[in-house]
């Protein structure tokens, strides 16, 4: 049976729903939105765990409104198995929306448990990682999700990039992806422990360094590490002494006036390239 239609922005259910737009209360009540019609349906692929949905309905509808295409399919899959679907009036849709995209529907789901023991166990033998390090623009985050998991890669690390891994302009602009890739949040003197400990070579890529990124070998652990675009990697990548002695310092050359690369175009040029040398030496 349809849930009755929320027309009160003042509703209980709406009130805390909209608060988690602020990352203080996502990190307070370990519940996030997710935007979306492909996000919401990527994230419940995942494994993230819905709690309920809000659609936006006109006043006096009867039941959900009709929807087209992928968004009546996740209607009639959540109807299916009477998930809490709750109708709501177009002004108090307006207080959860994110931004200007907006779909008519937005999920709130409870944070996903992260770790390094979780993380690892997701792991494959020798798997090719990405580190990024104080990257702060949530939408370069997402961005680089979404190469990551266009090239294959097998896990990111962020590493001092604050504990907001659920705010909406990562889900968005990494369309999702960001439930799909493995991940794990700590500082960067814990993950280069735990990268060393593992026996990865980490390829920190900056701007000055002499060894072309397509003159090491990817084909074992490796890790890519980036860092800010403004700043670039903080020192402790620049010790051999720190990284380890099988840590490479590389660049990508640049050849115009320019000294480097949007975060996202640069990860993706090292993912793909990490990929294809992969694919050749797989026997």
Known sequence: MPLPLITSPSNPRVKHAAALRESRRRRKSGEFLIDGVREIDRARKSGVRLLEVYIEAEQGEKGLPTAPGAKKDLLDELERTHFPVWPVIRSVFAKLAFGQRNEGIVALAEEPARGFDLFESQLPENPLLCVLERIEKPGNIGAVFRSADGAGLDGIILADCGDDLWHPNIIRSSLGTVFRVPCVAASAGETIAWLRARHFRIASAICDAALPYSEIDYTGATAIVLGSED????????????????????????????????????????????????EANRP
Do not use: C
């Open 231 to 278: 700043e670039g990697l903080t020192p402790i990548w620049h010790d051999k002494g720190k990284t380890g002695p099988d840590s490479a310092a590389i660049v990508l050359p640049m050849r115009g006036i320019a000294d480097s690369l949007n975060i996202s175009n640069a990860a993706a040029v090292l993912f793909y390239h990490a990929l294809l040398q992969r």
